[in-house]
């Protein structure tokens, strides 16, 4: 293809690319999200291509592989154009019905559609599923539309109009003070108005020129995949947020360190940067507007710290990521010691909407300081597992209840553990908070990039704050004492207590702690990574004290405080446990109440999976 | 005859001799070997003209690099948040049991080696168990005998 040359020659390409579609009188639209993939959407993929081209229709029907459309619990998922039909937990078995009743005739098949768990209804058209009626998707509802490796997908959905209006009808200036008034603040934790940092690196003097702009999605928070969606199912959004944002800043070089936990990511990306660049989009001259600039991608090692800005920098530059004191912004020496502007996926990702649609109406959407949408992964103990995006200033009781469907098996709700490590554990009296970048702050936790963990009753919050210690202490780089050496106290700390050999004076030694590793720490990993213990020390000071007096958990969960028995009363003698135990520690005959020798058990709880009748008690 | 170019030659071919590409160049490095061999780390740091403690000091900071040599199978747990908070712990635990190592650690026999990663970004189905690139979703610790149990009985060694 040749290049494009001018505005009106890409919108030449974009009317040429929707004519061509005209043909299709439907689209099918398969999820290959993490979720999906995970349960094989690949085969029902090929199998529904191979069965179009067999029906010879493929003329007039598109089979399309799509990056995460969000609702991961209901796997693998797909939906059909122009109708606007939703199936859920599809199989292979399910191809040739789907292609002949509903890709052929129009018609919805009721066994795949979603069931709405209160009214038992069947719900046909995926706007009226619950799950996503509630949501705002302004950047996740075009993932559907996309192959990520057809640049044609993003184009016949207006994509890169933003870029032409930024380059042809702005002034760079005007570009950040748009952004400015939009409000756009950083989605990757912190909340830093993306507008600032832009200013200060289009303000700083490059001594050859050269200025970068970066893209951070080394998505390190566990429990979070929002990034890895965005990029990998629509990755031309995220690159013209880059270059509309590269021309503001004054930028011709652009990095993405993307981590290599997510190889799928990677391939997509390298295939829509060829695409860019074989179309002018990337390169010299852009669309003749005499902007240059390219992107390169940057492969991470799998060190959480990369994520902080000077660490990554580091790591492209080939070095070992540690970050360093920040007395010099990187806006001035970042990368190869030049002028740089780091944003997270997501930040990239909302500047063409902004630049499409202006600032007055992008800020129509929130709340007064935190404007936009955020997309979360609602992950954990929850009904609807998946990516869900709101308008800023929900509460998390909505995002929770309304669009999650509450805590299964007839649980209950204890806590959402909101901005990974370095976020915070919010109890049920404080659902009503809304997600908002200060009023979670507030709350004594952090928006951070956007995993939300809902928690139940067989979660303990003592134990959960020694996981995210004992994380860190895994995660940190070792250059600052205050991290290095207070995390492993913490950790020693926490051990104890979960151990049952906590003393009560050992909590005021952890808040001690926690003040210095956030007064002294050199990294925002150092300074936030108390906030979990903290928090859960605020909220349910009562787990930590039980464990401490009384040697109990009341979750089940940490193994020295608890027991595992069985009732001979509701024992049937089965033998089932007895097989199961990997240690041998279940004596019985068949048909004979079993016994469980407390000497032998490890407290792995497998008798407790393994018993149908409820006779295994763990106290 | 031709000789066949070392995986350091053809890794530093494919992405250039600049110091940015070594990360690259390590994990292209690792998947032929399993791991990172000292050879390898000397040629590497030679044909990019950095010291060979540059080289060294990244292979060992970061963790998806390894010097020490892998199992043919790899079972790798995920310890995510959400994993966790649905009994990854407990799959862990059992992993580790029936294979006879700590994670992080390789069998005697060089058959399978244990790996934990944070998060594999799959939350929907955890807790996930992959085994050799396969996922295995909503994982207890009963289920784990009989997965590595199946790699085993082809490997001929149940």
Known sequence: ?619 | MKKELSPELKAVEKYGSDRTCLIPILHEVQKEYRYLPEKALRNIASMLDISLVDVYGVATYFRSFSLEPKGKHTVTCCMGTACHVRNSPGVLEEAKRTLGIDAGETTEDMLFSLETVNCLGACALGPIMVVDGEYHGEVTPAKVKKIIGKVKHQEGRD
């Open chain 1, 1 to 619: 293809m040749a290049k494009i040359k001018s505005p009106a020659m890409l919108e030449e390409y974009r009317n040429e690319i929707l004519r061509k579609r005209e043909r299709y009188t439907r689209v099918i639209s398969l999820c290959g999200g993490p979720g999906c993939h995970a349960q094989h959407c690949n085969e029902i993929y090929e199998a529904v291509k191979k069965a179009v081209e067999k029906n010879g229709s493929s003329e007039s029907v598109m089979v399309r592989k799509t990056g995460c459309h969000g609702f991961c619990e209901m796997g693998p998922i797909a939906v059909i154009q122009p109708e606007g039909i939703f199936y859920c937990k599809i199989s292979l078995e399910d191809v040739p019905e789907i292609v002949e009743r509903t890709l052929e005739k129009g018609e919805a098949i009721e066994r795949l559609l979603y069931s709405d768990p209160e009214s038992e209804k069947a719900i046909i058209k995926e706007s009226k599923v619950p799950f996503y009626a509630k949501q705002k998707r302004l950047l996740m509802s075009m993932n559907e539309h996309i192959d990520p490796g057809n640049i044609e997908d993003y184009l016949a959905q207006g994509g890169y109009r933003a870029l032409v209006k930024a380059l042809f009808e702005m002034e760079p200036l005007e570009i950040i003070d748009e952004v400015d008034k939009a409000g756009l603040r950083g989605r990757g934790g912190a909340g830093f108005p993306a507008a600032s940092k832009w200013r200060a690196c289009r303000k700083a003097i490059a001594r050859d020129g050269i200025k970068y702009v970066l893209c951070n999605a080394d998505e390190g928070d566990p429990g979070a995949y929002m990034d890895r969606s965005l990029l990998e199912g629509n990755p031309h959004l995220v690159l013209e947020g880059m270059l509309i944002g590269a021309y503001g800043i004054g930028a011709t070089e652009g990095y993405i360190y993307v981590r290599h936990e997510y190889p799928l990511t990677v391939e997509n990306l390298l295939i829509a940067l060829d695409q860019a660049r074989e179309v002018g989009l990337l390169g010299k001259n852009i669309l003749g507007s005499g902007f240059d600039f390219d992107i390169k991608v940057s492969i991470g090692g799998g060190a959480f710290v990369c994520g902080e800005s000077t660490a990554l920098m580091a790591s492209i530059e080939g070095r070992i990521g540690e970050p360093r004191v920040k007395h010099i912004h990187t806006a001035e020496r970042g990368l190869f010691n030049r002028p740089t502007n780091l944003n997270n996926v997501e930040t990239w990702a909302n500047v063409p909407l902004i630049i499409n649609q202006g600032a007055v109406k992008y800020r129509k959407i929130g709340t007064k300081t935190s404007t936009g949408t955020k997309i979360f992964s609602l992950v954990g103990s929850i009904n609807n597992t998946g990516l869900v995006e709101v308008p800023m200033g929900m509460t998390l009781r909505e995002i929770i209840f309304d669009i999650g469907g509450g805590v299964p098996k007839g649980r209950k709700f204890k806590a959402v553990q909101t901005g990974g490590p370095s976020g915070g554990c919010i109890p049920e009296s404080l659902l009503d908070t809304p997600v908002d970048f200060d009023a979670l702050y507030d709350v004594g936790s952090m928006m951070g990039s956007g995993g939300m963990i809902v928690m139940d009753e067989t979660t303990c919050m003592v134990d959960i704050a020694r996981y995210f210690v004992d994380f860190l202490c895994d995660e940190s780089c070792g250059k600052c004492v205050p991290c290095r050496e207070g995390l492993k106290q913490m950790l020693f700390i926490l051990e104890d207590i979960t151990q049952g050999r906590g003393s009560l004076d050992q909590l005021e030694l952890l808040k001690e702690l926690a003040e210095v590793m956030r007064d002294t720490s050199l990294c925002g990993l150092g300074q936030t990574a108390a906030n979990p213990v903290l928090s859960t020390l605020h909220y349910f000071e009562e787990e930590y004290i039980e464990h401490i007096k009384k040697k109990k958990c009341r979750a089940g969960v940490c193994k020295p405080l608890i027991s595992f028995s069985i009732n001979a009363k509701k024992c049937t003698g089965c033998m089932a446990c007895r097989k199961a135990c990997p240690v041998g520690a279940i004596k019985g005959k068949k048909k004979e109440a079993h016994v469980i020798q407390p000497e032998k058990c490890e407290k792995c709880g497998i008798c407790f999976e393994a018993c149908k009748y409820g006779a295994v008690v763990r106290k």
